[in-house]
């Protein structure tokens, strides 16, 4: 079977904190914004990475002065911060133990990570990330809740 369904996704949560630590230290953690848990699957391209960048950026979830979602990240100053989470491209379709043969090869997840993170600092510097491959403990104070699961579709 050939994968050729294309799908980066990205979680993304407003929070007024969030932190990455690895091994019980502090690496990076940032104030009120946004907390981005990326998936990337086979055969996801750099034109996925633009397309989520934009929609990532331009997504309007933070209050305006009515209390309406209206305002996007730049809008209220805030913070973001990427973590990968290659999780995300789980099969749960059989069974009860999630398979991963979706989620792209870490050898090209990692370039493709990191081009994310450069669109995204093009139009809005600087970005927080989280560190590739490395086993994280994410902490965040979810506000509202609110969590949205962004897919950047290109056929």
Request: proline fraction near 5%.
């Amino acid at each position: 079977m050939v994968y050729k369904y294309k799908a980066m996704i990205a979680l993304i949560q407003r929070v007024s904190e969030a932190s990455v630590s690895v091994k019980g230290k502090a690496v990076v953690s940032i104030g009120k914004g946004l907390l981005v848990l990326l998936g990337l699957e086979k055969n996801d391209s750099t034109q996925e990475a633009d397309r989520l960048a934009e929609k990532l950026l331009h997504c309007r979830i933070f209050d305006d002065d009515k209390g309406r979602l209206n305002l996007d990240v730049s809008a209220i100053n805030g913070e973001v911060l990427v973590v990968p989470n290659f999780t995300l491209a789980a099969d749960t379709a059989k069974g009860n133990r999630p398979g991963f043969s979706n989620a792209l090869e870490p050898n090209k997840a990692e370039p493709l990570f990191e081009y994310f993170i450069q669109q995204l600092e093009r139009n809005y510097p600087p970005i927080k990330q989280g560190i590739f491959g490395a086993k994280m403990q994410v902490n965040l104070v979810n506000d509202g809740p609110v969590t949205i699961s962004l897919k950047a579709h290109n056929p």
